[in-house]
C-alpha cells in the first residue's frame, strides 16, 4: 500500500522551520514553546537529518526541557518514541 502526502508543501515548511530551530541564533529562552515541542518530536522520532541533531545535541537537550515544562506528557511521549525506534531497529531484519 502506498501513501502520498496531501499537503507535502506545507510539510517541507515545516521541517525548514523545525531545522531552523535547531540550527538558529535564537537563544532557546526566545524560542516559543510550540517550536521547541515540535523539534523534540521531530529529533525524537528521528525526522530530522542525523547530522543536524548530533551537531546540536546541547540545543535539542534544552529545546526538550522547555517544551517538556510547558506541554504535560510530552516527556513521556518523547522517552515512548525512542523506546519504539530502538524496539524497531533491533527487531528488523537485516
Given at each position: 500500500?502506498?501513501?502520498?502526502?496531501?499537503?507535502?508543501?506545507?510539510?517541507?515548511?515545516?521541517?525548514?522551520?523545525?531545522?531552523?530551530?535547531?540550527?538558529?541564533?535564537?537563544?532557546?529562552?526566545?524560542?516559543?514553546?510550540?517550536?521547541?515541542?515540535?523539534?523534540?518530536l521531530a529529533a525524537a522520532a528521528e525526522l530530522?537529518?542525523?547530522?543536524?541533531?548530533?551537531?546540536?545535541?546541547?540545543?535539542?537537550?534544552?529545546?526538550?526541557?522547555?517544551?517538556?515544562?510547558?506541554?504535560?506528557?510530552?516527556?513521556?511521549?518523547?522517552?515512548?518514541?525512542?523506546?519504539?525506534?530502538?524496539?524497531?531497529?533491533?527487531?528488523?531484519?537485516?
Amino acid at each position: 500500500m502506498e501513501y502520498e502526502l496531501d499537503r507535502a508543501a506545507a510539510v517541507e515548511v515545516l521541517r525548514e522551520e523545525t531545522r531552523q530551530v535547531l540550527r538558529g541564533p535564537r537563544p532557546v529562552a526566545h524560542i516559543s514553546e510550540r517550536e521547541a515541542a515540535v523539534a523534540t518530536l521531530a529529533a525524537a522520532a528521528e525526522l530530522l537529518p542525523e547530522e543536524d541533531v548530533d551537531a546540536h545535541v546541547q540545543r535539542v537537550r534544552g529545546l526538550e526541557e522547555r517544551a517538556v515544562a510547558s506541554v504535560p506528557g510530552l516527556g513521556e511521549i518523547v522517552r515512548e518514541i525512542g523506546t519504539a525506534l530502538a524496539t524497531a531497529t533491533a527487531t528488523a531484519p537485516p
